[in-house]
């Protein structure tokens, strides 16, 4: 960074994002308060089952109620916090799992590295959905299993990163430095990998994390999710769909949260990659 | 055999290899992660009331899942060798069967979907470079755009509101073209995004600014030296977004309520019939790995820099 960017004001620094980066962020940040904000915000008990089912919007329900007479409105305030946090915690697993079988299978030597990337190949081969969905059936579906097996389906995606940047590390003259010196695999790995990779996992995090949430709705729209009771975007895309005829804004509401949110983090991530492969690209001339 | 073609053969033959080897893992995983499923389906349908509880040890009896795993596994991979997929306890049916009367139509949307992606794909972002000024440009940024940050599932949900409940176009259930389209744009997207990257670099390289000061034409150039050069990438895209096609279509199945391979695994996992999932899974599996396998096999066929010994 050049000394001009580093004393420019911070108004022209966001002035110089595009419109639909700052929609982005905006959605971001709406969608964050909500998540935890949410127990307060909504109007009646998310879970509570009346008579008056599938409303229209208005008549005290904001959002009208759903086939259980649930209002939609305050069950899209509690889920929004629960989408979120399964989507996070399955990209965090996912990147904390991937990172460290990389490094770990980088330091221990090429036999090792050999092994451990060939479970890297199976798990990418088998699709997403499939794979989370054996893996959710045999450990029973809950909120664990899910957030494991989205993890571990992911992983793949944070390992190759790892290893290339490994790979990338290891050309660089002051990793040779190092070798010279008798650093072995394991201190390269982490005294100059490590710190080295920051970059790419958020990047690869940003890029993930929509992924997962999307995944997550899936599965509760397959009826594998989290619960059958709390109210996810997907469980609630799930109850809806059957009654999209009587009632379709207790479907619409929660695709659109889900659709905003993803859209957003999707071109968040995106912007973070180029100008990653832009500074690279920059810096490697 | 000249060493080029034996260093070519050794290549492939070493990627055979790994294919197996990863084909081979996933038989074995997924038959133990299947066999850690608490329940089994005699006792789905014993809770259904449908058998006696002498019925259901011979059941059992008859469908080995009282010996112990290894022997099942042992049995079962035997089994798996010769082709034979076993019984659906469940559907008292082949497995084979089964998966023969789904996958035809999960092939279908799969393959229409594949194709409306490479067609729109490849044309976009050969007219995009072909004519840099012209509309297909913000096209292909669009498509793009479009198929990183829309999921499948969500515009898949939010046609059927729009279509089948507001204007009434398409069925609820069963309409085959809406989920192609989506599946089939966001496929075009992945490619255009690949493709037109890849042609955009190989249009600075020197050999295209030689050709150029030959006085070669611009649509020469880029159908000639840009893109031959740029799809190999494209080959391995292809290959790599198998998996995602598929699962994409097992997704829009369930979503447009169609028949098919989603709403055959759907079921067989709520009547807990491993052999059906495990069947389906492996052949998914195995699809994919060999897919790959042919894709890396073009691919360094067409440029030998690829291989790696």
């Known amino acids: 960074m050049t000394a001009e960017a580093l004393t420019r004001p911070v108004r022209t620094r966001l002035a110089g994002l595009d419109p639909v980066t700052m929609l982005a962020w905006l959605i971001i940040i709406i969608a964050l308060f909500i998540a935890l904000a949410g127990p307060f915000l909504a109007t009646h008990d998310p879970m509570m089952f009346s008579a008056e089912m599938n409303e229209q919007p208005g008549n005290g329900h904001l959002l009208g109620t759903d086939d259980g007479g649930r209002d939609v409105f305050s069950r899209l305030m509690v889920g929004t916090g629960l989408s979120l946090f399964y989507g996070a915690s399955a990209a965090m697993v996912a990147l904390v799992l991937g990172a460290v079988t990389a490094l770990i299978a980088m330091s221990l030597g090429k036999p090792i590295e050999l092994a451990l990337f060939a479970v890297v190949d199976l798990v990418r081969a088998l699709p997403g959905i499939l794979f989370a969905l054996a893996f959710i059936v045999a450990f029973e579906p809950g909120a664990f299993s899910v957030v494991l097996a989205l993890g571990v389906s992911f992983a793949p995606n944070f390992a190759m990163i790892t290893r290339a940047t490994y790979e990338q590390q290891l050309a660089q003259p002051y990793t040779a430095a190092a070798k010279v010196l008798g650093a072995g695999r394991g201190r390269i790995a982490l005294i100059h990998v490590l710190p080295n990779i920051g970059g790419a996992l958020i990047t690869q995090f940003a890029i993930i994390l929509p992924r997962c949430i999307v995944s997550e709705s899936v599965l509760s729209f397959l009826g594998l999710g989290v619960s059958s009771e709390l109210p996810s975007w997907g469980r609630m895309i799930a109850t809806a769909t059957p009654y999209m005829e009587e009632a379709p804004h207790a479907l619409l509401a929660p695709i659109i949260m889900l659709s905003a949110v993803t859209f957003a983090l999707a071109i968040i991530g995106n912007a973070q990659r180029q100008r990653l492969t832009h500074t690279t690209k920059r810096s490697a001339i | ?309």
């Open chain 2, 1 to 309: 055999m000249s060493p080029h073609h034996f260093r070519l053969a050794a290549n492939i033959g070493l990627d055979l290899l790994r294919a197996l080897g990863v084909a081979v893992g996933i038989v074995v995983f997924t038959f133990f992660v299947i066999r850690m499923i608490p329940g089994d389906v005699v006792d789905v349908r014993g809770i259904e009331g449908s058998l006696t509880y002498s019925q259901q040890s011979a059941m059992r009896e008859e469908l080995g899942l009282n010996k112990p795993w290894l022997t099942q596994f042992l049995d079962w991979s035997g089994m798996i060798l010769t082709g034979d997929l076993g019984q659906s306890a469940r559907f008292a049916r082949p497995i084979a069967d089964l998966l023969g009367a789904v996958l035809p139509s999960t092939l279908l949307l799969g393959a229409t979907a594949l194709a409306i992606g490479i067609v729109v794909g490849v044309t976009v972002s050969v007219l995009a470079v072909l004519f840099p000024r012209s509309v297909f440009v913000p096209v292909v940024d669009f498509i793009t755009i479009w198929s990183i940050t829309v999921p499948t599932f969500s515009i898949g949900i939010m046609s059927l509101i729009v279509f089948a409940v507001w204007l009434g176009w398409i069925p609820a259930i069963g309409n085959f073209l809406v989920p192609a389209l989506i599946l089939g744009l966001d496929t075009a997207g992945s490619i255009a995004k690949a493709l037109h990257e890849d042609m955009r670099e190989v249009q600075t390289s020197e050999f295209v600014r030689s050709a150029r000061a030959r006085g070669v034409s611009h649509a020469r150039i880029v159908l000639r030296h840009i893109l031959p050069n740029a799809l190999t990438v494209t080959i391995a895209i292809i290959g790599l977004m198998l998996a995602g096609v598929f699962t994409g279509a097992i997704t829009m199945e369930v979503v447009f309520g169609l028949p098919g391979l989603g709403t055959l695994t759907l079921q067989a996992i709520k009547g807990r019939d491993y052999a059906v999932v495990q069947a389906i899974i492996i052949w998914l599996g195995v699809t994919v790995i060999f897919a790959n396998f042919v894709a890396d096999t073009i691919r360094k066929l067409i440029n030998p820099r690829l291989r790696t010994i």
